[in-house]
Structure formats: structure tokens, C-alpha cells
């Protein structure tokens, strides 16, 4: 399937062009122009958006289940064009972008299916009791309703699964909500795309329009007037720390302030105890290598730390991820921005006091080549910014003189999305004395594994104290990131006949 984008935005069922454009900075192939989101593009769409809240947020969950799973049909009969147009923007490799969609998809479904299993809506119900004393008890209904429309950030990361149709717009239409997507201007085409695969299956479910509406990117001013504007209910964001703490004011400034939930990325520690790095320190060097350099470091997941003790196996450990990294070819990186980031990044850990330089490549414009460095647990400690992520594959090893050390480092972590743990039954000990910490700080705690690849399910946790997240009680993978855009209402002593279908 050929696929040449047309540049315009998708307001509730139009394709509208603005007069000023942008140009896409394609990884490889053709440029294209695209129109700049406006602010009366954001009042079109969030208008439309209420209005179909109206008729949408009522409807059944088989009725949303259906939309959703035509929503799945329609992206992967577009398949081979997401895919392409995706390659050309993002440098991805063609097998990465098709797990991706397929994930996109699959979550799709997994949410089409749980919201049809009626779990995500927590009903309760307190019978009457008139003969109480003394005082008697109402009859007392509670379920989750959907808040209105949502406003959602297309990341840079994720073109697919955190993107048009990713997670949080997945969520939110699951829960009954309209979407309003802001579109990433690292991939407009592939958002294009996306979007037309929502539009058909809006008109194949006979769904009002303004369910979802596309707005690319551009200009900044578009993102405030977004999270800013009345009819919007919650945002979800994925993508900087900066970027995301600025929308996350702007939503706790309102007049009516609304729920940010901002995924903001970490760091994503692993701590490497004495059994297993005694062990079996050259497979987990091995295994870190490979995890900090997939898809060029550029998953939030991204494990850009390890925790080992002093002595010869944390010397060998950090020869093996050396050797290991140095294999490791250049690849492209999402943009140019992305990639004169993680140069300024590496720059920063490269000139801190204190910091042992492993592995020093080239990063050429939009290529990027790994980075490996080391220092103390008393360096780190007194240093905050080793602390701070650098979105690309480099490594900090930190080397721990005593257990205490070990301690004090996770004491000393700011909110982080996961924490690991590499340990051999022998560690229990240690491990059980860092778990009451990293607990508090992540919100996914692995044993033996690494973070990156992020299950899509019932039980996944893709979230954690800030700055990982905006909000320390949410996920946004999975299916319990569906209760983001629900609130409970209690109904007291309502007849039947006024209650929500779900109570009947």
C-alpha cells in the first residue's frame, strides 16, 4: 500500500489544512509538508469532542468494545504502509515497528476485552437497611463514569504505542471518553496514517466524529491552549521531564485544575548483589549491554544504571559491559534534537569530578554510538546530576564499597519506573533490606531480568513516583490505566429506571 500524506489535521470527521506548515525531518526519504496546529484548531476539536462525549460517553461496552477492535482491524490493514512511512521518519528498523504496532493493536483488543468483562468499573452496592438504629442505611450504588474529553501527547519514542492510537488514547476511548491527539512532529505521517485507520472505523461503527480528532504539531502554543482549554477533563503525556513538569503547572493553574498524567522517563537502577555478580556477573554485563543499547537507548525502561560492589568481579563486570558495548554499531536515533541531547548528556557525565571514562565513541549528528562510565557510590551521592537521565545508550556503573553503600544509593533515587534486582538465593538478605526502599521509589520491581519491554497486561505497573510519573497512583500501560479517565459516582436511593445501564 502506497501511502502519500496529505498534511492536514483530522477535526471530528474533516481534514482541515492550516496556512503555515512544517516540513518533516524524515530519517531517510522524502520531506513533506504538513499543517501547524492552531488554536482555534484546539477549539474546533475539544468543542466536537464534548458534543460527542454526549452520545459516547453513554454508550454500551459492547457498543465501545466493537469500535475499538475496528479501530485494531483498520491500522493493521494499513500494515505495510504505517510500517514504511514509519521507517522513513524514525529510522526504526522494520522489525521493531511491526512489534510495535503489534502491541499497539494487541492493546487495543486486551482493552476491548476487559472493558466487555465489566471489572474495570468497581461496582459496589450497600443494600438498604430502613430497620437500622438508629439511624437506617440508603440504598447506596457506586461505579466508574467516564470525565469527558482527553487530551493526549503523541511521544517521540513510540510512534505507534504511545502515539495516535497508543496507550493513553486507548484508555481513554475504552472508558468512554473522546480523544483529542496532539501529534508528535517527529512522525506526523505515521500519526496521519493512524488517525485515517480511527476515522474509518469511526464511520464503519456509525460513531459520532468528534470522538477523536488529530491535531499535528508545530507550534508550542498549540500543547498549552490544549491542556489549558475548560471542556478538556485529564491529559496523558509521554516524553521529557521539562516538557512535562511545564504542561503539568499549566493543568494545576486552571480555573478548574485537571489531572495530568505525565510518564516523564528514569534512570531505572539495577542493583547487582555479590551471589549473582559473583556467579554470574559476564551474563548479566552481557544482557545490561544489550538492554541499554536497544532501539538506541530510547525507551523510558532504558537501565542506565548498575549498582555493583568493589573488588575484582565488579572489575570484571564492568570489562565485560565494555567489551560488549564496544561491539555495538551506531544507530539512528529518533531526531536530530533527540540525538544533540544525548551528546550534551554525555558531555555532562563525561565532565563531572570523579567519573571514569569506559567506552568513549563518536555520535555523529543523528547517529549514536554507546557510552560507558564509572564512579564511586560517595561520587554519585554527591553529584546530583549523575542522577539525571541521558535518553540514549550510556552507562553509569557505580561501584559500591560496602552493602550500607548500596543503601544509601537507593535511599538517595529520585522516583524512578522500575528498580532491579540481580540476585542468587544467597542475596536474599541484601535484597530484602533494599526492597522497603526501591518499593517506595519505583513502580515495577524486577529480579533478574531487564526493564526494558513492558508487558501489556492486567497486572503491568508503567509508572512510579515523580519525576518518573505525574501522578504516583497511575499507569499507563495496561489495563488498570483505563480507570485514569474514570471517577466514581455513588448513586443514593435512585429507582432503576435512572440508574446506569450497568447496574441493570
Not at 47 to 71: C, I, K, Q, T
Not at 76 to 90: C, D, K
Not at 117 to 139: E, F, I, S, T, W
Not at 272 to 291: E, F, P
Request: glycine share 10%; net charge negative; with cysteine.
Amino acid at each position: 500500500m502506497t501511502f502519500v500524506p496529505h498534511g492536514k489535521h483530522l477535526i471530528a470527521g474533516e481534514w482541515l489544512a492550516s496556512d503555515n506548515t512544517f516540513v518533516s525531518a524524515p530519517a531517510h526519504g522524502p520531506e513533506h509538508h504538513y499543517s501547524v496546529g492552531r488554536v482555534s484548531d484546539v477549539d474546533s476539536a475539544t468543542s466536537d469532542a464534548e458534543e460527542a462525549f454526549w452520545s459516547y460517553g453513554y454508550s454500551s461496552r459492547e457498543e465501545r468494545a466493537a469500535f475499538l477492535n475496528a479501530v485494531a482491524d483498520e491500522i493493521e490493514a494499513r500494515a505495510v504502509a504505517i510500517t514504511l512511512i514509519g521507517m522513513q521518519e524514525t529510522g526504526l528498523p522494520e522489525a521493531r515497528l511491526q512489534g510495535e504496532r503489534g502491541r499497539t493493536t494487541g492493546q487495543i483488543r486486551l482493552f476491548a476485552d476487559h472493558i466487555l468483562a465489566g471489572k474495570y468499573l468497581d461496582m459496589r452496592h450497600d443494600v438498604a437497611l430502613p430497620d437500622r438504629q438508629p439511624l437506617p442505611r440508603p440504598d447506596l450504588k457506586m461505579v466508574q463514569r467516564p470525565i469527558g474529553p482527553v487530551a493526549v501527547f503523541g511521544a517521540s519514542n513510540f510512534p505507534l504505542a504511545f502515539s495516535t492510537a497508543g496507550g493513553d488514547t486507548a484508555a481513554a476511548l475504552a472508558a468512554g471518553c473522546p480523544v483529542v491527539v496532539k501529534g508528535h512532529s517527529a512522525h506526523p505521517g505515521t500519526s496521519e496514517i493512524v488517525a485515517e485507520a480511527i476515522y474509518a472505523a469511526i464511520k464503519k461503527c456509525d460513531i459520532h466524529p468528534g470522538v477523536f480528532s488529530l491535531i499535528q504539531g508545530g507550534d508550542r502554543r498549540v500543547g498549552a491552549a490544549l491542556v489549558q482549554h475548560p471542556l478538556i477533563k485529564a491529559v496523558g503525556f509521554t516524553g521529557s521531564l521539562a516538557g512535562g513538569r511545564a504542561l503539568f503547572d499549566l493543568c494545576a493553574a486552571r480555573p478548574e485544575p485537571i489531572p495530568f498524567f505525565g510518564e516523564l522517563g528514569s534512570v531505572n537502577p539495577m542493583f547487582i548483589l555479590d551471589g549473582a555478580l559473583n556467579s554470574r556477573g559476564d551474563d548479566i554485563a552481557t544482557g545490561w549491554a544489550g538492554s541499554l543499547t536497544m532501539g538506541a537507548g530510547q525507551f523510558c525502561t532504558n537501565p542506565g544504571i548498575a549498582i555493583v560492589q568493589a573488588g575484582e568481579a565488579g572489575d570484571q563486570f564492568a570489562k565485560t559491559a565494555q567489551d560488549a558495548l564496544a561491539s555495538v554499531p551506531a544507530q539512528t536515533m529518533l531526531t536530530d534534537g533527540i540525538a544533540a541531547a544525548y551528546r550534551d548528556g554525555k558531555r555532562r557525565i563525561a565532565e563531572t569530578d570523579g567519573v571514569q571514562e569506559l567506552l568513549n565513541t563518536s555520535c555523529d549528528q543523528r547517529k549514536a554510538t554507546p557510552y560507558l562510565y564509572r564512579t564511586t557510590a560517595q561520587n554519585w551521592l554527591a553529584n546530583e546530576s549523575l542522577a539525571e537521565e541521558v535518553f540514549g545508550p550510556l552507562g553509569v556503573i557505580i561501584t559500591a564499597e560496602t552493602t550500607d553503600e548500596m543503601l544509601e544509593i537507593a535511599l538517595a533515587l529520585q522516583g524512578q519506573l522500575t528498580c532491579t534486582l540481580h540476585m542468587d538465593d544467597g542475596d536474599i538478605d541484601a535484597a530484602r533490606a533494599l526492597m522497603p526502599i526501591i518499593e517506595r521509589k519505583a513502580g515495577r520491581v524486577l529480579a533478574n531480568g531487564f526493564p526494558t519491554g513492558v508487558e501489556v497486561s492486567d497486572a503491568m505497573v508503567h509508572g512510579g513516583p515523580y519525576p518518573a510519573s505525574t501522578n504516583f497512583g497511575a499507569t499507563s500501560v495496561g489495563t488498570l490505566s483505563i480507570r485514569r479517565f474514570l471517577r466514581p459516582v455513588c448513586y443514593q436511593n435512585l429507582p432503576d429506571a435512572l440508574l446506569p445501564a450497568q447496574f441493570s
